[in-house]
């Protein structure tokens, strides 16, 4: 038990200590530290799911084991950028304000869809539809830059906190992933028949985003190195089939398109 507590107590340090941490080497890198929200087929409780399944095939080879965690999307990031908890947080973009690390490769593309209630009468013209309504989605996501704005923003703090200011006319339209409220809809035991959604046409890459250190700056390495092996393998295909979920970046196609040439 001393042993196992003192492993983990290492493993910690590593990561959130890791500027302090002089001369350390890949040998000294046992575990890395992930958190996300439940997305089912992505990042099931249960430690299944695509994203878990591409994690342990970049890092495992490697004798690094992927230690998955389970959090609400706010308090997730919150452990990975100030307390340094976890190494990763999978789903960020590129355009977060948070101060993380990416690797060259996003991990998918999300859509967003928009949702607002049927009695509202709205007529969708696109995002044109935002303008003079309040407009709900998750704080961070930063879907329209500021100076774009002809609307009301208010950023919740989880899909199901949107979901019930939508239903208590506190916003008029909320923006969010298609997983993300379909679960808030399941656990308050709402259908769709009160609802309409909209497709946003665009999806945005989403990323595996690390905390700041050279921990991380190893950990990304070694993404960057695996991710085209695993393309060249057939194995990353081979997940994203295996599930059915997810879809593959553009920057990822193209680099598989060039593998297959060769």
């Not at 500021?146 to 909320?174: C, H, P, T, V, Y």
């Amino acid at each position: 038990m001393r042993a196992w507590c003192f492993c983990v107590l290492l493993g910690l340090a590593l990561n959130a200590g890791a500027d302090s941490v002089a001369g350390f080497t890949a040998s000294h890198i046992k575990m890395v530290n992930v958190v996300a929200p439940e997305w089912p087929e992505f990042t099931n409780k249960d430690g299944t799911g695509l994203y878990w399944d591409i994690l342990r095939a970049v890092y495992e080879p490697a004798g690094i084991r992927v230690k998955p965690a389970t959090v609400p999307w706010n308090r997730a990031l919150k452990m990975v950028t100030e307390y340094r908890v976890y190494n990763a947080i999978i789903g960020e973009t590129r355009n977060s304000s948070e101060p993380l690390l990416y690797p060259r490769y996003a991990i998918d593309v999300e859509y967003l869809s928009v949702v607002y209630p049927l009695k509202a009468r709205i007529t969708w013209k696109g995002f044109d539809t935002l303008k003079d309504k309040t407009v709900g989605w998750m704080k961070g996501y930063d879907v329209i830059p500021g100076k774009q704005r002809n609307f009301k923003l208010r950023e919740f703090r989880s899909s199901a906190e949107g979901l019930q200011w939508l239903q208590q006319g506190k916003i008029d339209m909320m923006v969010d992933e298609w997983d993300a409220i379909q679960l808030a809809l399941e656990e308050a035991g709402v259908g769709m028949d009160y609802f309409e959604v909209q497709d946003v046409p665009y999806g945005r890459d989403v990323y595996v985003a690390f905390a700041e250190g050279p921990v991380s700056e190893y950990l990304i390495s070694e993404y960057n190195r695996r991710i085209p092996e695993l393309i060249a393998s057939g194995e990353l295909q081979a997940l994203y089939d295996k599930w059915q979920a997810g879809e593959m970046p553009a920057q990822v196609k193209a680099l598989m398109k060039t593998a297959s040439a060769q």
